[in-house]
Every structure is written in C-alpha cells, then in structure tokens.
C-alpha cells in the first residue's frame, strides 16, 4: 500500500499545481485585456518625460503598437488554450484522489481525454494565433513579424494515453467497472 499512498501525493501535487496554472492563465488573460485597453486608451496620449508610450515602445522595445496588439491577443489565446487543459487536469486529479485509485474505468478514461487535449489544444492554439495574425495583418497597418511556438506536446500527450491504457487494465483486472466506461 506504500505505492497507493505515492501516487495520491503525486495526485494532491498535481491538483494543486494544476490549480495554481489555472489561476495564472486566468490571470495573464486579463492583464493582456489590460494591456490592450491600456494601450488603446494611452499609447499616444501618456507621455513619460515628455515621450509617449508609443515611442517608447518603438525605440526600446523595438515593437510597434499594432504588433503590440497581436502580441496580446496571442497571449489572450494562450491563456484560454493553457486554463482549459489545466482545468481538465485539475478535474483529472480531484477525481482520482475522490476514488483513492487511478484504477477506474472512468479515471482511466478521463486521463486518456487529457492526453489527447494535450496534443490537440496546442495546435488548435497555434492554428488560431496564425489566423488572428493574418486578420489582424490585414487590417491593421504596419503590423511586424509575430512567432508563437507552442512547444506541442504529443510526447506528455502520447504519456497520458498510454498511461490510461495501463489504468483500464488495472481496473479491469481489479474488477472496477465503474458504470462510466
């Protein structure tokens, strides 16, 4: 029983930490919707020693303000992409520690969706940044080059499933067939 009572640590861990992701996306959604609402209402009207925030940006960040904005909103999706998996993790967890093993039908089956959201949402992210850059590109003028990498994960992805296959069998094995196969 000392390996049941490792992995619960390991899943009260991963739901804490799960938990404190979720917050910090929700987090860096809205300081990048304060970022663009900042920078609409003040980029050429606050000035800092006589300098407006745009020109700053231009002269030390190398970043015009329309960059800026597809910057954000990158950001703005990233947070979405990263709250949902980190919320389907949270939910993962809480369920396993609920059962006190990761041998169920339906643990099993919740960690197989995981891992499958942790290959999928990235791209999807990805693919929906390229698509606002393009549309953003088009309307907005002067907008420069804008890279996002995602750092796809189909290895922790390809880790879940093959992990949730070892869990089916320990439940079917253990005879715990839950009604939520």
């Known amino acids: 029983m000392k390996t049941i009572s490792k ?5 009260k ?3 804490i930490l799960s938990k404190i992701t979720y917050i910090c996306c929700i987090v860096g959604f809205f300081l990048c919707v304060a970022g663009i609402i900042s920078t ?3 980029a050429e009207t606050i000035t ?3 300098v407006t925030i745009e020109s700053i940006l231009e002269t030390e960040a190398d970043v015009n303000v329309n960059t800026l904005y597809v910057m954000l909103v990158a950001g703005i999706i990233i947070c979405i992409g990263e709250a949902v998996l980190a919320r389907f993790a949270e939910n993962y967890f809480k369920k396993e ?4 093993t990761p041998f169920t039908l339906s643990g099993a089956k919740s960690m197989m969706r995981l891992g499958i959201l942790t290959m999928c949402i990235p791209v999807v992210v990805e693919i929906l940044i390229e698509i606002t ?5 088009n309307v907005l003028t002067n907008v420069g080059e804008v890279n996002v990498d995602m750092n796809i994960s189909f290895g922790i992805g390809i880790m879940f499933i093959v992990t949730s296959l070892i869990c089916r069998y320990g439940a079917e094995q253990l005879g715990n067939k839950d009604t939520n196969n």
Do not use: A, F, N, W
Not at 97 to 100: N, R, V, W
């Open 133 to 137: 850059y393009i549309i953003m590109k």
């Open 7 to 11: 992995i619960q640590l390991l899943s």
């Open 40 to 42: 609409i209402i003040g």
């Open 48 to 50: 800092i020693g006589g």
């Open 97 to 100: 520690l609920k059962d006190g």
């Open 13 to 15: 861990i991963g739901k």
